[in-house]
C-alpha cells in the first residue's frame, strides 16, 4: 500500500472530531467563545444525528438540556425548532424530577443544526476521517485524516460517538459499520493506543423502523402531547408553539413475543457470545428484557413517529441482535404489528471507548495537554449526555488556550456536574446514563432553575449572550419582587376570606396571615389564591412556577443549602495535581494505589472514589492542615 503524501491543509485553535451532539456542541462552544474551530465528521450528512430514539429530555437527560442551553448551547434552542410532540415527564411527582421529553422530526433537528454550524463565523466544517493524532512531548498539536491532509491545531478535541471500529450485529450477520449506515472509524483507535490511551468495547442498539401505514393503531392506546407547550430554551419561554402536534402510541408484547425470543437466544449474538462489548443496563434490548423478567407477560412499546415528512416509525422498547427473519416474525407478534412492514431492521452495535477516569473534570486528558474527550467515547450513553460533554470540553479548550482557571461546575452545581463527576472519579462499566436519582441535591438542581444556577456562569466566560444574561436578570427580579409582596400581604379573618377556605378544603384564619404563610398550606396553590388577591399582577407561568415551588419546599430547599454547604467545604479544600499518595502515612494501600490513579483534585472528589473510605480522607485532611502550619511557619520564619 502506497504511502499516503501529507500535506498542511490549515492552521486552527481548535480541532473537534466528530459532529454528533458532543460535536455541535463543542464546535459551537470555541467558536463563540472566539477560537478559529474546525470541526472534521465523516460525513456532514451525520451531522447532529439521531441514530437512536428521535426524542429529547426524558427523566434526568431534560435537566442537562436545559443546564446546556442555561449556559449558552444550542440543543434546546434545535429542538425547540424541530420538535413534533411535547410531553412534561413526573408531573404527579414533585418539580425536582419534572422532566420535558419531546419527539423530534430527526431530519429536521439535522437540517437545523447544520445551518447554525454553517453560519457561524468562527467554525469550519469539514468531511474527512482523522485516523491519527499529532503530540509532541505531551502536548497537542493537531490531527491527520486519511487523505494525508495535515490540520494544526493548539487543541483537539474527541467526540466520535459510536464510530470507533463499529461493528453491527444482527443475529449470526456481523460487519464494520458506524451507526446508522454511515461508515466507522477503523484507524483512529490505533492511534489512540499508540498515544498509551487503553480502549474497551461498549455496546449498544436500536430497534427496528417500521412503516406507519402497516400499523393497526386502533388496538393501541394514544398518547398525545401536552395542551400547553413548554419549550426547552429559556430564550422561548414567551413564545407561543400553536400547532397540531403528532400523537404516539403505546402497545405490549405478548406471551408469543417473549416464545419466540426464548426459542432463539442461542441466535443472538448477545448470548451466543459474539458480542463482547457491555450493553447499557437501563435501556436493555427485547431479550434482555424476556431473560431478565422472565415472570413478566408484557412489556410496553411506543411507536413514536420519526418525522413529518417520513412513514418511519420508531418501535421504543424492543432493540434487538435477533437474525431478521426472527425479528420480523416476533414484532408480527406484538399487539397492532400483526401486519407490520419493517423498513430497517434492528441492530446492536458495538464500539470502541475509554476509561474517563483519565480525564481531569474538564475532560482534558491528564497527561496528554489540551487533548480532550467527550461524548459516548467516554463510556456514557445518549445524545443528552454527549452534549453536556462537548460544552464542557469546547469551553475548558478554549480556556486552557488562554491560560485561565478552568471551567467545572461540581455536584451541587448542576446535572452536568453531577454527570462528569461520575464518569471521571467512579468510572464506569457500562454505558453510562443520567437519572435525577444520581443527583444528590435534585431539589435545588430543578430544570426549571437552571437559569438562575448557570446563565451567569456562560455569561462570565463569554458564552451566553447578552440577551440571555438579561432576560434571566429579569425573571430573578420578578421572582423576588413577586415574594417579597406575597410576604406584605397579609389577610384578615373575614367573611369572605374564610368562605374561600373552606370552599377549597382549607382551614379557616383566626388571626391574620400573609399569602406566602398561606401558600404553605398543602391545599393551597399560588393559582387558587387568585380569587382573593387583589394586588397580583400577571406574570409569566415560569414565575409562578418559581414562586410556588420557593414556597412549598422553603424548609426542604435551606436543609439541602445547609448540606451543599458542608459539600462545598470538602470541594474547596484542594489537593496539588503532583502529589504521591503513597508517601502519606496512615493512608491503606487500596486509597493510596486509586488515588495515585485518579488523581483527585479535591478532598471532596477523594471521597467519592471507590476504595477511599472515610478513615483514609481524615488522614488526607490532617495532611492538608500540616502542610498548611508547615507554609505558615515558613512564612512567619
Request: proline share 4%.
Amino acid at each position: 500500500m502506497r504511502e499516503v503524501k501529507r500535506f498542511n491543509a490549515g492552521d486552527f485553535d481548535i480541532v473537534v472530531v466528530g459532529a454528533g451532539h458532543a460535536g455541535c456542541e463543542a464546535a459551537l462552544a470555541s467558536s463563540r467563545m472566539g477560537m478559529r474551530t474546525l470541526m472534521l465528521t465523516m460525513s456532514l450528512n451525520s451531522i447532529a444525528d439521531m441514530p437512536c430514539n428521535p426524542n429529547i429530555g426524558g427523566t434526568g437527560k431534560g435537566h442537562l438540556v436545559r443546564e446546556i442551553d442555561a449556559l449558552g448551547g444550542e440543543m434546546a434552542i434545535n429542538i425547540d425548532k424541530s420538535f413534533i410532540q411535547s410531553r412534561m415527564l413526573n408531573r404527579s411527582k414533585g418539580p425536582a424530577v419534572h422532566s420535558l421529553r419531546v419527539q423530534a422530526d430527526k431530519r429536521k433537528y439535522h437540517i437545523e443544526m447544520k445551518k447554525v454550524l454553517e453560519s457561524e463565523p468562527n467554525l469550519v466544517l469539514r468531511e474527512g476521517e482523522v485516523v491519527d493524532i499529532i503530540v509532541e512531548d505531551n502536548i497537542t498539536k493537531g490531527v491527520i485524516t486519511r487523505t494525508g491532509a495535515v490540520y494544526n491545531g493548539k487543541a483537539v478535541i474527541l467526540a466520535t460517538g459510536t464510530y470507533l471500529k463499529g461493528r453491527i450485529f444482527i443475529g449470526e450477520v456481523n460487519y464494520s459499520s458506524g451507526p446508522g449506515g454511515f461508515s466507522p472509524s477503523n484507524l483512529l483507535s490505533d492511534a489512540l493506543e499508540r498515544l498509551n490511551i487503553k480502549l474497551r468495547r461498549f455496546k449498544t442498539g436500536t430497534p427496528a423502523r417500521v412503516h406507519g401505514d402497516s400499523i393497526d393503531y386502533s388496538k393501541m392506546e394514544i398518547q398525545p402531547g401536552d395542551e400547553e407547550i413548554i419549550p426547552f430554551s429559556f430564550l422561548n419561554m414567551d413564545n407561543k408553539f400553536d400547532f397540531k402536534q403528532v400523537p404516539c402510541y403505546l402497545t405490549y408484547t405478548t406471551p408469543l413475543t417473549h416464545e419466540i425470543i426464548r426459542n432463539n437466544l442461542h441466535r443472538s449474538p448477545m448470548y451466543s457470545g459474539e458480542i463482547e462489548g457491555v450493553g447499557p443496563r437501563y435501556c436493555p434490548s427485547i431479550e434482555d428484557k424476556v431473560v431478565r423478567f422472565s415472570d413478566k407477560e408484557k412489556h410496553q412499546v411506543f411507536i413514536e413517529p420519526e418525522g413529518l415528512d417520513t412513514k418511519e416509525m420508531y418501535v421504543q422498547g424492543v432493540s434487538s441482535t435477533l437474525p431478521e427473519e426472527v425479528q420480523l416474525e416476533m414484532y408480527r407478534t406484538i399487539i397492532g404489528l400483526e401486519n407490520v412492514q419493517f423498513m430497517r431492521s434492528a441492530y446492536g452495535i458495538e464500539y470502541d471507548c475509554i476509561d474517563p477516569t483519565i480525564l481531569k473534570r474538564t475532560l482534558e486528558h491528564k497527561e496528554i495537554r489540551n487533548l480532550f474527550f467527550a461524548g459516548q467515547i467516554n463510556g456514557s450513553s445518549g445524545y443528552e449526555e454527549a452534549a453536556a460533554q462537548g460544552l464542557i470540553a469546547g469551553i475548558n479548550a478554549v480556556l486552557n488556550i488562554r491560560g485561565e482557571e478552568p471551567f467545572i461546575l461540581d455536584r451541587s452545581e448542576a446535572y452536568i456536574g453531577v454527570l462528569i463527576d461520575d464518569l471521571v472519579t467512579k468510572g464506569t462499566n457500562e454505558p453510562y446514563r443520567m437519572m435525577t436519582s444520581r443527583a444528590e441535591y435534585r431539589l435545588t438542581l430543578r430544570q426549571d432553575n437552571a437559569d438562575l444556577r448557570l446563565t451567569e456562569k456562560g455569561y462570565k466566560i463569554g458564552l451566553a449572550t447578552e440577551e440571555r444574561y438579561r432576560k434571566m436578570l429579569r425573571k430573578r427580579e420578578l421572582i423576588e419582587r413577586e415574594l417579597n409582596r406575597l410576604k406584605e400581604t397579609i389577610v384578615t379573618p373575614r367573611d369572605s376570606i374564610n368562605e374561600f377556605l373552606i370552599k377549597i378544603g382549607s382551614v379557616p384564619l383566626k388571626t391574620g396571615i400573609s399569602l406566602y404563610d398561606l401558600i404553605k398550606r398543602p391545599e393551597i396553590s399560588y393559582e387558587s389564591l387568585a380569587e382573593i388577591d387583589n394586588s397580583r399582577e400577571e406574570l409569566p407561568r415560569e414565575i409562578r412556577l418559581q414562586v410556588e415551588t420557593h414556597i412549598k419546599y422553603e424548609g426542604y430547599i435551606r436543609k439541602q443549602m445547609s448540606q451543599i454547604e458542608q459539600f462545598k467545604k470538602l470541594e474547596n479544600k484542594k489537593l496539588p495535581e503532583d502529589l504521591d499518595y503513597s508517601a502519606i502515612k496512615g493512608l491503606s494501600n487500596e486509597a493510596k494505589q486509586k488515588l495515585n490513579q485518579i488523581k483527585p483534585d479535591s478532598v471532596g472528589q477523594a471521597s467519592r472514589i471507590s476504595g477511599v473510605s472515610p478513615a483514609d480522607i481524615n488522614v488526607l485532611l490532617i495532611y492538608l492542615e500540616q502542610k498548611r502550619r508547615d507554609k505558615k511557619v515558613e512564612k512567619d520564619d
